[in-house]
């Protein structure tokens, strides 16, 4: 989420705590009786602008060939996100 949210920073695009959150999903094998992660789904949840679609889309289509986490994991684990945008901060 750190290099998702920094690029979109970068860009003048909040993803600050409340404007980027994250769900993620891990799905899980056994292999020869022992507990594998397999596949990752990471689901962003951004509150942006519709003005600012093009952009979220661009740094989305970049963002994991510089994310660390990503970089570290991929070759073992099928790693795979998305983004939903909103346009209004949920309040809680």
Do not use: W
Request: charged share 25%; glycine share 6%; hydrophobic share 40%.
């Amino acid at each position: 989420m750190g290099t998702f949210g920094g690029a979109l920073e970068a860009r003048k695009i909040n993803a600050s705590k409340k404007y980027l959150t994250a769900e993620v999903r891990g799905e899980v094998e056994t292999e020869n009786r022992i507990l594998v992660i397999r596949r990752i789904h990471v689901v962003y949840n951004l509150v942006a602008g519709e003005k600012d679609r093009a952009t979220i889309e661009r740094v989305h289509k970049i963002h994991a060939s510089n994310c660390p986490v990503y970089l570290s994991l991929h070759k073992a684990i099928d790693i795979t996100t998305q983004y939903r945008l909103t346009s209004v901060l949920a309040t809680q």
